[in-house]
């Protein structure tokens, strides 16, 4: 099983700046990630998949980088919107499919 | 529009049994592979099991294996949980996720409450 371990925990911002969010991978998975959005009380949206493929409707201002074991978010300029707990998610070794767990983006 | 309801999520005494049903619409279902994710309280993200197209293709985390069971019936756009033998720890809400053709998830569910409590 893949494990995907996500940091910081907590990411502290201020809307307009530049958010970096890491995920890595237990072992090589090409670019088979994702990226989910979710805010309280909903449900988890797809922004990223194959590691830099925006999803459907997602906002340029998401991207997303990286290969083998080491995976970056970005936001480029933070909307108050963007302020959500993000989970990177693997589809390289499966069953199971595995997330990682969570970085939270809150308001500084 | 894609929309994915599911339902049946009660609480339930440890050792019982509980069939969750998600409804679906906007998409031609039976051209996707459907899935079950699930997420405790505050907690992060668990996949929890997979359906193929046809219904015939079945997949589980090693958490469930055993005690629960995906079904769809494509006849009527519905997918199928059944969980049997419910511990505390299957306390959680549980989503009805439509699968991408590589391995994502692309359209959740509102998610709907299981709790395990004695």
């Known amino acids: 099983e893949i494990v995907l371990t996500q940091s910081p925990a907590t990411l502290s911002l201020s809307p307009g700046e530049r958010a970096t969010l890491s995920c890595r991978a237990s072992?090589?998975?090409?670019?088979?990630l994702a990226w989910y959005q979710q805010k309280p009380g909903q449900a988890p949206r797809l922004l990223i998949y194959?590691?830099?493929n925006r999803a459907t409707g997602i906002p340029a201002r998401f991207s997303g980088s990286g290969s083998g074991t080491d995976f970056t978010l970005t936001i480029s300029s933070l909307e108050p919107e963007d302020f959500a707990v993000y989970y990177c998610q693997q589809r390289s070794n499966w069953p199971p499919y595995t997330f990682g767990q969570g970085t939270k983006l809150e308001i500084k | 529009e894609v929309q994915l309801v599911e339902s049946g999520g009660v609480v339930v005494q440890p050792g019982g049994s509980l069939r969750l049903s998600c409804a679906a619409s906007?998409?031609?279902?039976?051209?996707?592979?459907m899935h079950w994710v699930r997420q405790a309280p505050g907690k992060g993200l668990e996949w929890v099991s997979l359906v193929g197209w046809e219904g015939k293709s079945t997949y589980y985390a090693d958490s469930v294996k055993g005690r629960f069971a995906i079904s769809r019936d494509n006849s009527k756009n519905s997918l199928y949980l059944q969980m049997n033998s419910l511990r505390v720890d299957d306390t959680a809400f549980y989503y009805c996720?439509?699968?991408?053709?590589?391995?994502?998830?692309?359209?959740w569910g509102q998610g709907t409450l299981v709790t395990v409590s004695s």
């Open positions: 906007g998409f031609t279902f039976d051209d996707y592979t």
């Open positions: 996720a439509k699968g991408t053709y590589n391995g994502y998830f692309d359209s």
């Open positions: 072992q090589s998975m090409s670019s088979y």
């Open positions: 194959d590691a830099s």
